[in-house]
């Protein structure tokens, strides 16, 4: 069975971003860029599968400037086994990104593609629904277990009211929740390895595909972070605030 995992580079997670000055998006000049965390576990999950004989090839794809390779090159340290690197300065949407992803699929023919829920940057959760409805595929989103066979995938996906556990027939889009595996760090002979794995780059203007913008950022703003807060006296103190205030209960 093949995988396909696409992977997107980002701002690191332990870095706190800042907005940029004139309110047009947010500084990445100078930070430190990682693997989307989602797609992290995507990796993992798929890196279990192949450790299980049960996946045979894994495939990572980042769409991109050229420096995507670096993201690359961790999904291969920690165990998928080549790449294909799409570069374009554009800045795309989840629809294009989509289409892209297609593409790569109709050429790799894979069994499954794992990708994260959601990207930690711009938070879309949206492509992954996208790429299923192109391709015609069944699509499990947001799963937090996954069990795999050759021809179907038993998904464990979390909703509002606790777990929804759905079959699906392969081929399929999985997309990831972090609560499906804590990802490896990737040992140091494993990153020395990933320096000879291969790298396919293709540039996204020779691949066909109408990237029209849909959307325009508007502005983007700092979260407001002051919560008020009160403190209580008892228990029933706030059973009857969430009750009568809250309406929660
Ligand atoms: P989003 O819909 O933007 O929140 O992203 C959901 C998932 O799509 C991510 O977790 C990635 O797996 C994939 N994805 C989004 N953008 C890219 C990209 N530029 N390169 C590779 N994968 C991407």
């Known amino acids: 069975m093949k995988v396909l995992v ?37 990796v993992e999950e798929a890196v279990r599968l192949k450790e299980q004989n049960i996946v045979s090839e894994i495939v990572a794809v980042s769409i991109g400037e050229a420096k995507c390779q670096d993201t690359l090159r961790t999904a291969m340290a920690m165990g998928a086994y080549r ?99 804590e990802p490896r760090f990737a040992s140091l002979p494993n990153i020395m390895k990933a320096r000879k ?10 691949m066909d595909i109408k990237t029209t913008t849909r959307l325009e950022m508007l502005s983007v703003k700092e979260a407001s972070t002051s919560r008020e807060g009160i403190i209580l006296n008892s228990v029933e103190e706030l059973v009857e605030k969430l009750q009568n205030e809250a309406k929660v209960i």
């Not at 794995?197 to 020779?206: H, R, V, Y």
Request: glycine share 6%; proline share 5%.
């Open 197 to 206: 794995k291969p790298i396919e780059t293709i540039a996204l203007s020779d």
């Open 83 to 181: 790449s294909i690197l799409i570069t374009s300065d554009e800045l795309l949407e989840p629809l294009s990104i989509a289409k892209i992803l297609q593409k790569i699929v109709e050429k790799e023919q894979p069994n499954l593609v794992l990708m994260g829920k959601q990207a930690s940057d711009d938070d879309t959760n949206a492509t992954g629904q996208i790429l299923a409805g192109l391709l015609g595929w069944s699509q499990g989103t947001f799963v937090s277990k996954l069990e795999l066979t050759s021809d179907k995938a038993r998904v464990h996906r979390e909703i509002d009211e606790g777990v929804q556990i759905l079959d699906l027939t392969l081929p399929a889009v999985i997309t990831t929740d972090l609560r499906l595996n």
């Open 6 to 42: 696409p992977v997107k580079r980002v701002v690191d997670s332990n870095i706190k971003p800042l907005v940029k000055s004139d309110n047009s998006g947010v500084e990445t000049d100078g930070l430190k860029m990682s693997m989307n965390p989602f797609d992290e576990t995507a």
